[in-house]
Every structure is written in structure tokens, then in C-alpha cells.
């Protein structure tokens, strides 16, 4: 179907409202820029509003006696097990302090200690309190407030209610538009020189994890459809810590923030033996890829094979509803008192730590394309993010996208376009079936028997379909999203940062490298050359 053309009048299109959006958004709008919100849900939908912890910053003025911005880049680097793009990690970790200022400086109001500086608490792989909260635990919430509260005098259009199907290209390739299906599956394009990717992650991949329902990889799968390049997909974080609500656990469970341990929570098995005890010397507080894996192994090797869940007793906290009143309400909505007995909890999918290849200023290789926030693949995260780096990167990053956008513009390098669009036809495989092998061959403990599973799968249950509904733009990313990251965890044979493969349990160092993942001319995503990638080209 040809599409009708809207003009959107914008110089730069934003897809997603969470903290890396509505960031680069503002700022734009400070730089002059007319910009446009798209997102596919109601503005507060993404995952931002979920963050619990809080945002990992080392501030000039009040921090630890001994840590300093090069203590969070080591952490960061070792979180990320080799593969963090160490450039990428010192601009992203040193521009978190002005991040910070400004989020403050638009309204978000961090929780603030006895002596009057903000309250600082500590998660795994920190070696210092550095992470900034509000609301005790709901930081993302505070965050996403105040930022929404920033574009409310309309100067910053929002478009609920819309998904992002393609991006709009020149007979060159370079981005110009977006073309978008309302609820109803009424398509339009909106034409502008600069579209920003921040849809967030892709936690719907399993049946079983901490994001919204909105987080189907649609930005991810959009980015190679034009042309982009992906890495380092098959890392997916799983948080070790989601609160157990029974057997067989669907869509979004309410997360038990890691600032819990932070506070001197342990974990527990049934028995009341420590699960951290001897795996790693920072113990509980071990980085999140070590202690999901500890606590996956532990209940693998538990007598029978049984237990599906371990427990975390946080008894020993002090006022634990006042600190973290958005855990202890999920808790107690469960049944469960934490200040008396420990919290069911269990692994699941938490953070994409790849995506679409950019650099830090939101470039993409395509041009007119840009990705900020959990949908992009700066080199941060590595092999494993470091708890609260999250929305660190979608506060820095996200500025700097808007700041690229308008030098681009002023440089003339971007492209406008009038025309139409089709409607892409893409495989889309069924959601269930999908989620159901993800979570059982493709989580935590992978091998190339069960990876290969997954793809016998997906040839049985997927079928080529016009993407005219918004259901089917995110089950056919969802689809192109399982395969690139089975491609890429089966020919990783290894185990390093949160690719845990049992039949490659050790680390490989000539592994050392990321894999490059792009479509080749039939859509179907095929890692790069190995060579190729080591010569910096995909
Ligand atoms: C948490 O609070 O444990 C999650 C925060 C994060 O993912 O960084």
C-alpha cells in the first residue's frame, strides 16, 4: 500500500519518550531545532519509568573519599568484560556530572542525605556509593516526570499513539523521513532530515522480564532495515533480582532494585544458605551478569532440580517502605512483608546491551539516522552493563544526539525528501512461540543445540506479512531481533559478561571482539565477516 505524504515540518523526528528521547528533544528545541515526539503508546509508556536504582554519577562536589570519574570508567570497564569501547566509556562517564546539573536544573529532585548532599546508595560492581536516587526507588519515574513536565509547553508536539514502521530513504540511502501506522493501522510519513532512535530495549523477547510490553526492538529492527549495523545483540542482561510471583511468570514482573543489596541485602535458597557466598569477592554485590548467572547455576544444582526462584533477605534494612516504598508496594501486593521474611525473587530479562552501532553522539552509519539511549550500541555497556549506567547514557548521549542533529544541519549534510512509502513486508513469527524457546534456549545458558532450536522454530512458526497493523511492526521486530541475536550467540563460543554458553563455559580472549550483525540483500540479519569487522568495516 503507497502511503500519504505529511509534511511534519520538523527538522528532527525523535521515536520514544524515555530519558534519552524527551532529552534530545529538549535540547534540540534549545538549539532551535523544530522537533517532533513520535512514540507508540501514551508518553509515559517506555522503560525509563521503571528504573528503580537510580543514575551512577561521581559529582565534583560530593562523592566518596577516594572515588573520582576514572574509579566509575575502571568499574565500567570491568562490568563490561572486555568489550567496552574504552572511548566511548570515558566521554559517556565524564559528561554524567553536567548530565546530572541539568536534569536538575529541569526539575528532578534527587533524594537528598541527613547532611543536605544528595543521598548516594551503591549496586553491583560499584566500588563506591555513587548512585543518585529519588523517590527512594523510583528514580526513572521522577526522571521521566520531570522531563515530560520540560515539554509541556507544547513547544515539544508529542504523536502518541503511532509506531515507527521504516525510515523514509533518498535513491541514496540517506534518511529523510519516517513512516508510521496509527492504532488503526492508518500509515503516513512524516518527512524530516534527522529521525533519532530511542525506543529503548527488547525485554519482550522472553516470557518473562522487568520491561513494559512497548519493548519489542522495534528501533533495533527499523536501524537495519535502513541500512544500519548492530553489535554485541547477543548480550542480554538479565536482572538477577525480579520479584517471584509463581510458576510461569508472563510479561512485565515488578523489579527488586539491586540498591537493595546495595543496602545490605543477601541472597538466600530455601535453606537459608548464602547463594554469593565464595562465587566472587564483592559477594551480593558482585556485578549483575555474575550473580544472575550464581543464582541460575544454584538453582540448577539445587537436590531435584526444583526450585525456580532463591530468596532475598533485606530483613535486616531498616524502615524498608520508606526507602524503597516502590519495591515494598510490589511486595505487598504479592503477600509478602520484606521487613519480616525474604522476597521470592528470580532472574529475568532486564537490558539490551547491544543495538544499533553509534557512536557517541548518536550517529549511526546511516546517514540522517540517529540512536540514543538502550536501542543503541555505543560501546558503554560491553558485555555487560554496569548497574545505573542506563540512564547516565540516555541523559548524555541523548544531548549529544541533538547537538550532532544540528550540526549536521548547519553543515548541510542531511537530506529532505517528499514522496511516499510502502508498507514493508517482513517475517513475523508468532509472539508466544517466539518467547517461549527465547526464554527456554536462548536466556541464561545457551548451547548450539538449543540456539539451534530456536531457529527450527522460527522457520516453523514464521510467515512473510505486510507490517499493517502496530501488532505486526513489533512481532516481525521481535522476529529479526531472535535472529540476530541467535546468530550471534551461536557462533560465540564462549562465555563472557552475560553470554553464558554451558557448552563453552570459559572465557576466550580470542573472542576479545564484537560481532557485527546487518541484512543482507534477502533481510535476513548474517553476522559480518570476523575479518572484516577486526578491519573496522561490516
Ligand atoms: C536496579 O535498580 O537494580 C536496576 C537499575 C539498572 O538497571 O541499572
Redesign the pocket.
Known sequence: MSTPLWEAGADLVVVGTGVAGLTAALRARELGLRVLVVTKGEQPDGNTRW????V?VVLPDQHDEGDSVDAHVRDTLTAGAGLCDEDAVAAIIAGGPAAVTRLRERGAVFDAAADGLLARTR??GHSAFRVVHAGG?A?GAEVERALLAATADGRVPVLERHVAVDAVRTPLGQVCGLLVLDADGVPGVLTAPAVLLATGGLGQLYQAT?NPEVATGDGLALALRAGAVAADVEFV?F?P?VLYTGRGARGRCP??????RGEGAVLVDATGARVMRGVHPLADLAP?DVVAAAITRHLADAPGGVDDHVFLDATGIPDFARRFPTVFAACVAAGVDPAVRPIPVAPAA??ACGGVVSDVDGRTGVTGLYAAGEVARTGLHGAN???????LEGLVVGTRAAEAVAADLALGVLARCQGTAELPTAPVADRDSLQRVMSRYAAIGRDAEGLAVVGSVLDLSTADRELDSPRLVEDAALTLAARALIAAAARRTESRGCHVRTDHPARDDAWRRGQVVRLNPSGQPVLADPAAVSRGVA
Not at 528504573?51 to 537510580?54: K, V
Not at 523489579?255 to 537493595?260: C, D, I, P, S, W
Not at 552493563?385 to 540512564?391: F, T
Open positions: 528504573a528503580q536504582g537510580g551512577a549496586e553491583g526507588d528514580t522487568s542482561q536482572h533480582t523489579l527488586v532494585t539491586e540498591a537493595v549483575r532486564h537490558f552493563r554496569l548497574a545505573s549506567n542506563s540512564l
